[in-house]
């Protein structure tokens, strides 16, 4: 069940336009994006004092972590227009995409689609997705404005930011190879990947599992040049990041090392993470006694 503005989201008018069309248009969030696009980006750095202290976790796309889940505060920002609205050739959208052009309009689509069939009330405070977080160069090409975001938690404000290498937390590498693999393991099928749990200030990195394919897949790319890497597994290659392919050659390296899954989850064991008072993050050991479900819900657990 979506909320905007403390009132209820209208599904006549979803119906008849699209949900995520209607939204885009609110005034309410059309106001929230403006005020989110004039703020100046913050970019942090593990070996830089961040300006308002504190401490922060990542999550990656598909990861989440949820502080109340009775009130539901969604911001959903960084896909952008990857299409234009009206093709070269007269198509609309709605044709473009139908025809598989473009990526962030469907993913947009589905995310919204699944929060109002959600039995949860998810209050939609951000929507600075597509045209709102598009901005073109002098061809014509579109890059987003921004990429990612930092809520702090204490006051609920959000404020663009950019993360480098230092500042994604405990098992970044791990964790990026679980997005991608939990599309082929059915035990994550339809879920997302709840990753830091809010309550006991930890990562637990739920098992997921890799098959030789995907280790087949691995070692074929990490052949190809950087731009052949880009331009092969980019949806947007004009757009991405610096770090891009060499984020994509550290989890295909990690692959190729390590092809069997159970040795990075033995027994279907979570991988968890504790906050230490230096300021780092420490990888936890388990009991025999742990206990845990198939899908990697904990029911028993004692940290050694």
């Given amino acids: 069940m979506i909320f905007v503005d403390g009132l209820t989201f209208p599904t006549d008018s979803s119906q008849e336009r699209g949900a995520l069309v209607t939204l885009l248009e609110h005034p309410k969030l059309v106001s929230a994006s403006n005020s989110f696009e004039a703020m100046q980006e913050v970019k942090l750095s593990a070996s830089k004092e961040y300006a308002l202290q504190g401490r922060w976790v990542y999550v990656f796309q598909r ?122 393991d059915p035990t994550w099928n339809g879920k997302l990947l709840e990753t830091y749990d809010t309550q006991n200030d930890r990562f637990v990195i739920a098992p997921c599992s890799w098959t030789f394919w995907q280790v087949h897949v691995a070692l074929t790319l990490q052949d190809l040049s950087d731009e052949e890497i880009l331009l092969e597994c980019s949806t947007s290659p004009s757009a991405e990041g610096p770090e891009f392919v060499d984020n994509l050659r550290r989890q295909w390296d990690y692959l190729i090392k390590q092809p069997l899954w159970n040795l990075t989850f033995p027994t279907r064991h979570p991988r968890v993470f504790e906050w230490t008072a230096d300021g780092s993050w420490k990888r936890c050991l388990f009991s025999p006694q742990d206990s845990w479900n198939e899908d990697g819900a904990q029911t028993s657990l004692q940290m050694t």
Wanted: hydrophobic share 35%.
């Fill in 63 to 184: 990861e989440f972590a949820t502080v109340d889940p009775a009130l539901i505060d969604v911001h959903l920002i960084g896909g952008f227009e990857d299409v234009l609205p009206k093709q070269a050739n007269g198509s609309t959208r709605s044709e473009t995409q139908a025809k598989g052009d473009g990526y962030s309009f469907p993913l947009c689509t589905k995310i919204i689609e699944n929060l109002r069939k959600g039995k949860e009330k998810f209050h939609i405070q951000t929507l600075f997705v597509l045209g709102h977080n598009t901005k073109r160069d002098s061809q014509g090409n579109a890059y987003p404005v921004f990429n990612g975001f930092l809520v702090k938690t204490s006051t609920g404000s959000v404020i663009p930011a950019s993360f480098d290498r230092t500042t994604r937390c405990p098992d970044e590498i791990v964790r990026r190879i679980r997005i991608s693999a939990s599309n082929e």
